[in-house]
Structures are given as C-alpha cells and as structure tokens.
C-alpha cells in the first residue's frame, strides 16, 4: 500500500502562487507517473499536470504557462507550482500516483485526499 500525503492549498488572490507538495510512502519498490488532478463542484475530474520518472511532463491547456509540476524521487514526493492563478482554477486538488509495491510488484494507482485551492477575484 502506499500513502498520499498532500499539502499547500489554501485562499489566494487571482494573480497570485500556490505551491503544493504530495509525498508518497509506503511499501514501494517504484513509482512511475504521479499527477495531479482537479476537481470542482460538479464537474469531473480532471488531469493538471503529470511528470514521469524521467521527467518528462503533461499539462492540461488551461494551466499552461502558468502551472509547473516537479518531483524529487529520492523522497517520493510530487510538487505542482501555481503561478497567476485565476478564480477558475478553484477546485479540489488530487494527487495521483502509480506505483508499483512489496511484496507482490503489483502495479496500481493510488489518490490522495485532495487539498481545497481557492482563488478570490
């Protein structure tokens, strides 16, 4: 099993920078993408951004430019950097990871238990 632990949300003002974190632990042997995803009041959920173990990155095109995800493997742990932020971008933010986990090497997706980012206009 693996544990999601988020943190960084909170009230910002359009125009201004969030920095979330998300560290993995757990019985793992790897973790291959981890993302994050959004969601807002009845809406589905969405991807943001994602980074691959070698670093390779996707982001969704409503937060190009603005948005930065990285990750330092040797803690297991994701961030998402959240520039010029905008009252759309209020929603419930996800972290995801896929991992691969003792003692089996079962490959499987785990999520976080999101974190509230709210942007006041």
């Known amino acids: 099993q693996v544990q999601l632990v988020e943190s960084g949300g909170g009230l910002v003002q359009a125009g201004g920078s969030l920095r979330l974190s998300c560290a993995a632990s757990?019985?793992?042997?790897?973790?291959?993408?981890m993302g994050w995803y959004r969601q807002a009041p009845g809406k589905q959920r969405e991807l943001v951004a994602a980074?691959?173990?070698?670093?390779?990155?996707n982001y969704a095109d409503s937060v190009k430019g603005r948005f930065a995800i990285s990750r330092d493997n040797a803690k297991n742990t994701v961030y998402l950097q959240m520039n010029s932020l905008k009252p759309e971008d209020t929603s419930v933010y996800y972290c995801n990871v896929e991992s691969t986990t003792y003692p089996l090497l079962t490959l499987r997706e785990y999520w976080g238990q999101g974190t509230q980012v709210t942007v006041s206009s």
């Open positions: 757990g019985n793992i042997f790897s973790i291959n993408v």
């Open positions: 980074i691959t173990k070698t670093g390779s990155t």
